[in-house]
T-cell receptor
Framework: KQEVTQIPAALSVPEGENLVLNCSFT??????LQWFRQDPGKGLTSLLL?????REQTSGRLNASLDKSSGRSTLYIAASQPGDSATYLC???????????FGAGTRLTVKP | EPEVTQTPSHQVTQMGQEVILRCVPI?????FYWYRQILGQKVEFLVS????????KSEIFDDQFSVERPDGSNFTLKIRSTKLEDSAMYFC?????????????FGAGSRLTVL
């Protein structure tokens, strides 16, 4: 059974810092991996999706990488802003199923 | 931008009552999902639906739960007899199913409170 772990559970940084969020998964037979953002009490907003054949995806200040063989993904946020404060979730879809398995998230606080 | 729409945004019900949560997926999407998130916990998969039938379900999705796509647009989750532990945020999601364009898009959620 796929297990997804996110480290750290919480992170607080000053505005302007570059930061890295980590995601690891136990079964490397994945179809894709998706990073989401969740604001308190709200739904999930998709940030980036990486197919299993890809190594990274970029969108604005966000860059997500994937190392399938080692079961790891990172989300890099450049020049962080207070508006980036949210919980960031990593989710993995396996090769042989339709559903996505989520990590518990990293709660990011960017201080002005 | 196309959205997944969920209603109601918040429902309060008494234990033992039936609840129906509604979702309108994005119109050209083929795969539909329900997830739930108990306060402070992980987002958990409940069920996936494709071609008018359940394709996968988790151990959480027991006989108290059912899903339907009654009219080709709405996708509903029914909980027959709610329990206190069913209190959670329920998210509907959908995706196209096309290779390379499989972003899973979530709705804003329906918060269910069982008293």
């Amino acid at each position: 059974k796929q297990e997804v772990t996110q480290i750290p559970a919480a992170l607080s940084v000053p505005e302007g810092e570059n930061l890295v969020l980590n995601c690891s998964f136990t079964d490397s037979a994945i179809y894709n991996l998706q990073w989401f953002r969740q604001d308190p009490g709200k739904g999930l907003t998709s940030l980036l999706l990486i197919q299993s054949s890809q190594r990274e995806q970029t969108s604005g200040r966000l860059n997500a990488s994937l190392d399938k063989s080692s079961g790891r993904s990172t989300l890099y946020i450049a020049a962080s802003q207070p508006g980036d404060s949210a919980t960031y979730l990593c989710a993995v879809r396996g090769d042989n199923n339709n559903d996505m398995r989520f990590g518990a998230g990293t709660r990011l606080t960017v201080k002005p | 931008e196309p959205e997944v729409t969920q209603t109601p945004s918040h429902q309060v019900t008494q234990m033992g009552q039936e609840v129906i949560l509604r979702c309108v997926p994005i119109s050209n999407h083929l795969y539909f999902y329900w997830y739930r998130q108990i306060l402070g916990q992980k987002v958990e998969f409940l069920v996936s639906f494709y071609n008018n039938e359940i394709s996968e379900k988790s151990e959480i999705f027991d006989d108290q739960f059912s899903v339907e796509r009654p009219d080709g647009s709405n996708f509903t989750l029914k909980i027959r007899s709610t329990k206190l532990e069913d209190s959670a945020m329920y998210f509907c999601a959908s995706r196209t199913g096309l290779t390379g364009a499989n972003v899973l898009t979530f709705g804003a959620g329906s918060r269910l409170t069982v008293l």
